[in-house]
């Protein structure tokens, strides 16, 4: 409520419109007050349907861990086919069962699959290299939102197909940012099949881009694999006197019945909603931030992913 003291006839004339327009001003500050900053968080919440691309059933790989635990791992077969290729393939022959998560390094990754590297391996594997790290751009007829920064470890970055991707004039690969699934390997030409995979669970390591293939990231779990206790052999590997985790099964999701399958939205990077998502989460200027960065890290800027009941 507005007060004003009592005035002559002449004030009063005078006073009344300033009182209104206050009014009014006081009026506009308060709707204004009423409405949330816009964050990020903010936009995806409030992103519309179309907005959203459903991730395909044999593109989720769903490890179940001892106790029932979960982990779900989108895999990226635009941008690491081969790899992708044998992934599933080992999934659909069960071969992951019965191994283990045996790496735990600090600040690194999370690995998993036969300690022993006794195993056999299904013999329908496709042979790896190195050149499958990347892709030739011209071979990709993909949609590419650049990114609103400049990128330390490539000429160029951007999203495209709903990940984030680094580039040069010929090549286009995936980036070890966080929560990422890389395949284990030896020494160079060998390029790993696939049966040896590896989470980042700490800062992005991206000089390994390019170096190791990438084939996508864990969409849920995240907080499970990034919690367990360090392995204290070298690497991070469990020593025999420590437990290491056992998987009981590893799935795609297409191969479970229908009423077990996971569901998950990625959201469209080619939609104007991403845009935005970027522009917020190189300029935030809300409640909490006083001084936007004016800029967002490649990994910084994760590609909205969310359930789907």
Not at 234 to 263: C, K, M, N, W
Request: hydrophobic letters at 40%; one cysteine or more; aromatic letters at 8%.
């Amino acid at each position: 409520m507005l007060y004003f003291p009592p005035t002559s006839g002449f004030d009063r004339v005078m006073i009344r419109p300033l009182a209104l327009s206050c009014i009014v001003a006081g009026m506009a500050t308060s709707a204004l007050a009423a409405d949330p900053p816009a964050t990020p968080a903010a936009l995806v919440a409030q992103a519309p349907a179309h907005a959203w691309k459903t991730i395909a059933p044999d593109s989720l790989l769903v490890m179940t861990l001892e106790g029932g635990r979960r982990v779900i791992v989108q895999l990226a077969p635009t941008f690491s086919p081969s790899h992708v290729a044998n992934i599933r393939a080992l999934a659909r022959a069960h071969w992951w069962d019965g191994t283990s998560i045996n790496r735990v390094q600090d600040n690194y990754v999370v690995q998993w699959g036969d300690v022993t590297e006794k195993k056999p391996l299904p013999k329908n594997l496709s042979p790896t290299s190195p050149a499958d790290y990347s892709r030739q751009r011209a071979t990709l007829p993909i949609h590419i939102t650049p990114a609103p920064s400049a990128d330390a470890y490539a000429p160029t970055t951007g999203f495209s197909d709903g990940w984030p991707v680094a580039m040069d004039r010929e090549a286009v690969w995936l980036p070890h940012c966080y929560s990422f699934v890389g395949v284990g390997r030896n020494l160079s030409p060998d390029a790993g099949t696939g049966a040896e995979l590896y989470a980042v669970i700490g800062q992005a390591p991206r000089q390994l881009d390019r170096n190791i293939a990438v084939v996508g990231r864990v969409v849920e779990g995240m907080a499970l694999l990034s919690s367990l206790p360090r392995g204290s052999g070298e690497l991070g590997f469990y020593t025999p006197q420590e437990h290491a985790i056992s998987i009981v099964s590893v799935r795609l999701a297409s191969d479970l019945p229908e009423a077990e399958r996971p569901r998950f939205e990625a959201m469209d990077t080619a939609s104007r909603t991403f845009a935005d998502y970027l522009r917020l989460r190189a300029n935030r200027k809300d409640d909490f931030y006083d001084r936007p960065a004016g800029g967002v890290d490649l990994c910084n800027a994760p590609v909205p992913v969310r359930a789907v009941p």
